[in-house]
């Protein structure tokens, strides 16, 4: 491996950590004219209700991704997804997120040495093959749905918070080269700043930015009238369903949002409310 792409760390894993490129002026092995492609094709999409999807498909006329997500994480508060889309494969993006978000982030330690990193820097590239993550990690989400590795983005979202841009290949892809791995080193400021422009533009209308989108429609029913005060009776008579069932809707909701109890649904309300202004 080049001294230029980056440090593998020993131990219980083997993360590589991989300072970004300050600028596109050095030379690369791989199709610059394809990244470049690519990125306009991602500033296009910039806005665009369908931008998890659209810009996907972008970067790959640049390189072979199956998945890609962008989500941010916090010290104090469950992370938020902005966007997430497939390419060539069934989308099990959001059904990753949701089981991500639920429990497996608490106990998450792949962005760790980021956090160390990002002190002095203000991104980085890490790379993690499936084994690397902890065996509850890889088996919910990794061997679930056959993909092998990841590369992200990460960079300082504010003093407590991470902005993480996520691509992974499946195991019916090859896995990253040193080559592609340099490439993204190179195109990956641009790329977070066309993507971090997308997240300034949609503000309230981020796709998940707050978790309720993500619920079914009783599970959705259920936590709006409890954020207006109402009673399980009170939901259960209005909805036409039984006070068993409104607890039930109400148990699998706040299993999805990973909390527990009512007043952690109105923080969270909140939290996505201070962070949208």
Known sequence: MSPAMG??????SLMQLISLQKSVASSCRTDESGAQEALVGVIGSIGDATFGKEA?????????????????LFDDQPPTLHASGSFGVSDGTRESWRVYRASLYRRDETFCLAKEHLREADAALLHWHATEF????????????????????????DESGLTSINF??????QAFSDDE????????RP??????????????????????????????????????GWTHEGIAADLQLSAATVKTYRDRA??????????????????HLHSAI
């Open 56 to 72: 996907l498909a972008q970067l790959n006329r640049w390189m072979p991704l199956c998945w890609w997500s962008v989500y941010r």
């Open 7 to 12: 440090t593998r760390f020993a131990g219980p």
């Open 191 to 228: 790329l977070l700043a066309s993507v971090n422009r997308h997240l300034s533009l949609c503000g309230k209308a981020s796709t998940d930015h707050f978790q309720l989108n993500a619920l079914t429609r009783r599970e959705r029913e259920v936590c709006e009238r409890m954020l207006k």
């Open 254 to 271: 706040f299993e999805r949002l990973g909390i527990h109890h009512r007043n952690e649904l109105f923080a969270l309300v909140a939290g």
């Open 168 to 173: 992974y290949r499946n195991e019916g892809q």
């Open 134 to 157: 902890s065996a509850r990690h890889r088996e919910a989400i990794y061997s679930r749905h056959g993909l092998r590795e990841r590369l992200s983005i990460v960079s300082a979202h």
């Open 181 to 188: 791995i340099d490439a993204i080193r190179k195109f990956g």
